[in-house]
C-alpha cells in the first residue's frame, strides 16, 4: 500500500537515512519537492560527494601502487632471466620532495610576479619605493679617492 506523505515527513525521512550520490546538487531538479529537498539538504550531498570523492581516489592510488608492485616484480624476474630491460619506473604514487632547487624557482617566480605587478599597478617594479636598499650603491659602493695637493704633485 502506497501512503502519502507530506512534504515535511518526506524531508525528515531523507535526512534520517543515507542520502546516495547520484542525488548531488548539480543535477536539475524534477519537481518542487526536489527542489526544497535539494536546498534544504545541499550539505549532506557535499559531504557525501568529498567523502566518496576521496574514497575513490585511495582506491585508485592502491590500484596503481598494486600494477607498479606487478610490473617492477616482472621487471625484476627478467633481470634474474638475464633478459634486457630499460630504466626503473618510480612509483607513481609517490610523494614528491620539493628540495631547494624547486623552492628557490617559487621564491625567484614570487619576486618576478611582485615586481610586474608593482610595474603593472603604481609604473614601478619597486612599488614606488626609493629607501637606501633599492639603491645599487648601498651593495656597491663607489671608491671614492681623496684628492690633496700632495698626492697631486
Not at 9 to 37: A, D, M, S, V
Not at 72 to 93: M, S
Request: hydrophobic content about 40%; charged content about 25%; overall charge positive.
Amino acid at each position: 500500500m502506497v501512503t502519502l506523505l507530506s512534504l515535511h515527513q518526506r524531508i525528515i525521512w531523507y535526512r534520517t537515512h543515507l542520502i546516495p550520490i547520484e542525488w548531488c546538487p548539480g543535477k536539475p531538479p524534477i519537481n518542487p519537492f526536489w527542489r526544497t529537498w535539494l536546498s534544504t539538504n545541499a550539505y549532506y550531498n557535499l559531504a557525501t560527494l568529498s567523502f566518496y570523492s576521496h574514497k575513490h581516489y585511495k582506491e585508485r592510488q592502491a590500484r596503481e601502487h598494486e600494477a607498479w608492485l606487478e610490473r617492477r616484480r616482472e621487471r625484476e624476474e627478467k633481470i634474474a632471466r638475464g633478459e634486457k630491460v630499460g630504466p626503473e619506473e618510480e612509483d607513481p604514487t609517490a610523494e614528491r620532495e620539493v628540495g631547494l632547487l624547486g623552492l628557490l624557482k617559487f621564491i625567484i617566480y614570487l619576486i618576478l610576479a611582485v615586481t610586474l605587478a608593482g610595474k603593472f599597478f603604481t609604473g614601478s617594479f619597486l612599488w614606488e619605493y626609493d629607501g637606501k636598499w633599492a639603491r645599487l650603491k648601498t651593495y656597491w659602493p663607489v671608491r671614492l679617492v681623496l684628492c690633496t695637493i700632495p698626492k697631486l704633485s
